[in-house]
């Protein structure tokens, strides 16, 4: 009898041409609108250079600062990604015939993708700007703790928190 074997998730997913990262080249997908693949990399990838210029010039403004700063904007991104990453979300619940809304852990793969869906709409509500300036700010306020994406996390971490009582209906 044969024995499958479970991929893991990014598998099939090449890294992406210029960083070698997958987790990059997945925020490029996620980004991607209409199967443009080239714009979106057009886009993700304007936004990195527009953070690598803001970081070599705060660096030679502030020396002291820089030892704190991320070197490169791979690292800034992925940073941004961590303080927007959620750990619980709120999830409604029909039990008795009332709506609960219960707190629940992520997984990894649910966490990830919320924090990208999180840092691309940020950035597309904001108008009257080219999207890589769009999304350059908000990875950069992200990074920083700062921005719209952050205050989407923060505000469910506060929803999970206020409806602690109700986390015994999550089975």
């Not at 080239?38 to 002291?64: F, P, W």
């Amino acid at each position: 009898m044969a024995r499958h074997y479970k991929r893991p998730d990014d598998y099939w997913l090449k890294p992406d041409p210029r960083f070698q990262d997958k987790i990059l080249s997945k925020f490029i997908n996620c980004v991607m609108i209409g199967g443009e693949k080239a714009t979106a990399q057009r886009c993700v990838y304007g936004a990195l250079e527009a953070i690598q210029t803001r970081l070599e010039k705060e660096r030679a403004a502030d020396k002291e600062k820089a030892e704190s700063m991320p070197r490169s904007s791979i690292e800034l991104f992925h940073l941004a990604l961590e303080n927007v990453r959620p750990a619980v979300e709120v999830r409604s619940k029909r039990v008795g015939g009332a709506n609960y809304q219960v707190p629940m852990q992520l997984n990894k793969r649910r966490q990830q993708s919320l924090s990208f869906r999180w840092l691309i709409e940020a950035a597309r509500e904001e108008k009257g700007r080219p999207m890589h300036l769009r999304l350059a700010k908000e990875l950069w306020d992200a990074a920083k703790n700062e921005g719209k994406a952050v205050t989407t996390k923060e505000n469910t971490h506060r929803m999970a928190d206020a409806n602690k009582a109700f986390a015994h209906f999550a089975w």
